[in-house]
């Protein structure tokens, strides 16, 4: 049985911007090379271990269609988290909203993959 997400696993065609992407958002990735590895960038983030490694140029499959994903980073503040994704080029395909979990919004990373940023808020109990 799973216990917990361990890895977020991330394939680029653009390292560069997808990099600079998600370490404007916040993310702290660092460059890594292991022996049998090329070159890529991760870090340890809430107990999973992220990576984005490079490849070939394809997109992310289309939204909401099979094969598609997304996932989601609990910000500090969504309004900086959204105006770092702007800074990056980053297309925002929700403006922040609230619900009653909290606000979130949704931008794409220069691969085409949704990301969920998002503000934890207490629950009443």
Same mark, same amino acid.
Do not use: N
């Given at each position: 049985?799973?216990?917990?997400?361990?890895?977020?696993?991330?394939?680029? #065609?653009?390292?560069?911007?997808? /990099?600079?992407?998600?370490?404007? +958002?916040?993310?702290?990735?660092?460059?890594?090379?292991?022996?049998?590895? $090329?070159?890529?960038?991760?870090?340890?983030?809430? #107990?999973?271990?992220?990576? +984005?490694?490079?490849?070939? %140029?394809?997109?992310? $499959?289309?939204?909401?269609?099979?094969?598609?994903?997304?996932?989601?980073?609990?910000?500090?503040?969504?309004?900086?988290?959204?105006?770092?994704?702007?800074?990056?080029?980053?297309?925002?395909?929700?403006? %922040?909203?609230?619900? %009653?979990? #909290? $606000?979130?919004?949704?931008?794409?990373? %220069?691969? #085409?993959? +949704? /990301?969920?940023?998002?503000?934890?808020? $207490?629950?009443?109990?």
């Amino acid at each position: 049985m799973v216990k917990e997400l361990g890895a977020l696993i991330l394939f680029t #065609g653009e390292i560069e911007r997808t /990099v600079a992407f998600y370490r404007e +958002i916040g993310i702290p990735l660092e460059e890594e090379q292991h022996e049998d590895t $090329p070159v890529h960038y991760a870090c340890e983030l809430g #107990g999973v271990h992220m990576a +984005i490694h490079e490849v070939g %140029p394809d997109r992310a $499959p289309r939204w909401r269609s099979g094969g598609s994903e997304y996932f989601g980073f609990a910000v500090a503040s969504l309004d900086e988290a959204v105006a770092a994704a702007r800074r990056t080029g980053a297309r925002i395909k929700q403006e %922040p909203e609230e619900f %009653p979990w #909290g $606000p979130r919004a949704l931008v794409e990373d %220069p691969d #085409g993959r +949704i /990301v969920e940023l998002f503000e934890r808020r $207490p629950q009443p109990k």
